[in-house]
């Protein structure tokens, strides 16, 4: 048996769907991702909740802001059950220095450039190449002691050597269209190095959700 290495994102609202979707997933196989969403609708509730059903959590709230405020957060996380959180490498050294002082057991993962974003997103935002763009904030992730990073699985060859935790979105094994622009398919993800995948959607909004995860194990 393979580790634990299937994320799935519970982007909703709805605290009876996430019962419900919860109960349909085993806690031995994947963890439990709560973003911005289900944080702002239902905060510790939630994340008692699943850890109740014996579900390690990744809270993904990707956060971006002065060190103090980002320090003071991370201490705040430390009162939950979290395995590992996100913050935006774009906040820069300090940011990151702050928040992993504050870190504990948990693991910090620094978020790249959003899968959402493609060259040309990057070259209107930063005016600069997309290539780049990643290695100017890799450069930043690895001056630190930053545990991980979330990255395409696209960019996945040029930290191959590094051993930080990789944390791949953007996960597509069947063609849609929607708003995850650096796509890849979870057999090539996982053949690339990704240490974890997170898949939402074509989980959770799949007419059989307790099938659908073990495609993506
Ligand atoms: O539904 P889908 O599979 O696109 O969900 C991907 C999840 O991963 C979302 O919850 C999104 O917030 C998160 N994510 C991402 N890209 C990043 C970091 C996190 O899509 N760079």
């Known amino acids: 048996m393979i580790s634990k290495r299937l994320i799935i994102a519970l982007d909703t609202d709805d605290f009876n769907l996430v019962k419900k979707l919860s109960a349909f997933f085993d806690p031995k196989l994947c963890l439990m991702k709560v973003g911005l969403q289900l944080y702002i609708a239902h905060g510790k509730e939630v994340l ?10 990744f809270l993904d709230l990707k956060l971006h802001d002065i060190p103090n405020t980002v ?15 996100t913050i935006h490498s774009q ?3 300090e940011m990151i220095n702050a928040a992993l ?20 997103d990057v070259s209107r935002l930063y005016d600069n190449d997309f290539e780049k763009q990643f290695e100017m904030l890799l450069k930043v992730i690895t001056d630190t002691k930053t545990h991980g990073i979330v990255c395409s699985s696209h960019e996945l060859v040029k930290i191959s ?3 930080l935790i990789k944390v791949v979105p953007g996960i597509r094994n069947v063609d849609v269209s929607d708003d995850q622009k650096r796509i890849m398919s979870s057999k090539a993800a ?8 997170v898949v939402g959607r074509p989980i959770i909004n799949s007419e059989n959700p307790s099938e659908e995860y073990k495609k993506y194990l």
């Open 48 to 57: 008692d909740y699943l850890s109740e059903q014996g579900f390690e959590i």
């Open 71 to 85: 320090a003071k957060a991370i201490k705040e996380i430390q009162k939950f059950n979290i395995k590992m959180t």
């Open 91 to 93: 906040g820069g050294v």
């Open 101 to 120: 002082d504050q870190s504990n057991d948990i693991k910090i993962l620094a978020v790249s450039l959003l899968t959402s974003l493609d060259k040309q």
């Open 161 to 163: 050597g590094n051993n």
């Open 190 to 197: 996982y053949e690339n190095g990704a240490d974890f995948i």
